[in-house]
């Protein structure tokens, strides 16, 4: 079994600054992309930013800049700085990631969630 556990949600003030982190845990061989999705109330979940295994990244136009997409391979972790945040931010964040287990083809596994709510 694979499982993503997420954290580092909560309540922050417009202008504030939360970093959440999403382990991977299990047995595999190895996690290919990794990526943060997130879904607002009444709208359709949304990529947010996402990291390949070698470290590029790529992230929607309404974060870039504000937010910061790494990853730990040693901890199979990645995370998500989150800067400048305003209430348009407010969603649960999701991660997802790829994962080949061995003698398994490769899946992609999501996390249970965890809410962010910019307000003042």
């Known amino acids: 079994q694979v499982q993503l556990v997420e954290s580092g949600g909560g309540l922050v003030q417009p202008g504030g600054s939360l970093r959440l982190s999403c382990a991977a845990s299990?047995?595999?061989?190895?996690?290919?992309?990794m990526g943060w999705y997130r879904q607002a109330p009444g709208k359709q979940r949304e990529l947010v930013a996402a990291?390949?295994?070698?470290?590029?990244?790529n992230y929607a136009d309404s974060v870039k800049g504000r937010f910061t997409i790494s990853r730990d391979n040693a901890k199979n972790t990645v995370y998500l700085q989150m800067n400048s945040l305003k209430p348009e931010d407010t969603a649960v964040y999701y991660c997802?990631?790829?994962?080949?287990?061995?003698?398994?083809?490769?899946?992609?596994?999501w996390g249970q969630g965890t809410q962010v709510t910019v307000s003042s």
């Open positions: 997802n990631a790829d994962i080949l287990r061995v003698g398994v083809s490769r899946q992609i596994y």
């Open positions: 299990g047995i595999f061989s190895s996690i290919y992309d």
């Open positions: 990291i390949t295994s070698g470290g590029s990244t």
